[in-house]
């Protein structure tokens, strides 16, 4: 496995790689891997010859410095999963490198209105950091395919309206959501709950669940009485709530009779620790 440090380095490794017409596959990550950044990589090797990941702590994407500082970083680790299973390059760089001129002046992309509902709105300025540092990869490796966990479905939706609408040429494959047996969508946020916290958290998914149930069985039109219950039985276990609602997958406008495909989105702080979670309905 190469591990390269900087952009020029690898613009320089890619060029190599397409003179070989080999197809080349990116798994973009803020590290501190887990089983879901695992078996994406899994499946890019169905898709692609050369597998790349990026390992990258994007400051554009926090508005909480010290949720920045406080991120895991686990770059020993890291390097040894990668190694270990196989993949062709470590993308490793420092801030410096991605943003030479500082983040305050650097020329930013955003998907418009889907950045600025459900979670653009308790986090701002989030998803223009996403895309940003997501087109800069995408321009300084130009892979074949790109693969995303489908547990950030909001972050999902922008990169693949991204990719529409700035005409890459570069198909984009999604992994259901990786549980723990308990149902507890893998995180590397997880690392932060108490043991007492981690018997809490898988209680947000199994409401999740009990809420999509009655959705189906009692209708939409029963949407604001179940999504009350709902809530209530969240915050009666321990949850502060931020966002859980139901919403229509395609404008993530809260749902309505008119919506064909629906999504429960979720997201609550369970002590220090924001948990995010989804479920689609029909």
Known sequence: MYLIRTVNALHKKIQLLKKTKNTIGLIPTMGNLHDGHIKLILLSKKYADII??????????????????????????????????????????????????GIKNQTFVEVPKLSKVVEGQSRPGHFKGV??????????????????????????LIIKTLVKELNYMIKIISLPTIRLKNGL?????????????????????????????????????????????????????????????????????????????????????????RLIDNKKIF
């Open 52 to 101: 790349i990941v990026s390992i990258f702590i994007n400051p554009m994407q926090f508005n909480n410095l010290l949720d920045l500082q406080n991120y895991p970083k686990t770059f020993k680790e890291d390097y040894q999963i990668l190694q270990n299973i196989g993949v062709n390059i470590m993308f490793f760089p420092n801030v410096n490198d991605i943003y030479p001129n």
């Open 131 to 156: 895309t940003t540092i997501i087109s800069k990869l995408f321009n300084i490796i130009q892979p074949n395919f790109s693969f995303f966990g489908e547990k950030d479905y909001q972050q999902l």
């Open 185 to 273: 969508a893998l995180s590397s946020r997880n690392n932060n709950l108490t043991v007492e916290q981690k018997k809490i958290a898988p209680y947000l998914y199994k409401i999740i669940q009990k809420t999509s149930k009655k959705i189906i069985t009692q209708n939409i039109e029963n949407r604001k009485k179940i999504i009350d219950e709902s809530r209530f039985s969240l915050i009666k276990k321990g949850f502060l709530i931020d966002i859980f609602d139901i919403y229509d997958r395609n404008t993530l406008n809260l749902s309505s009779e008119k919506s064909k495909k629906i999504i429960i989105l979720a997201s609550a702080w369970l002590g220090k620790t």
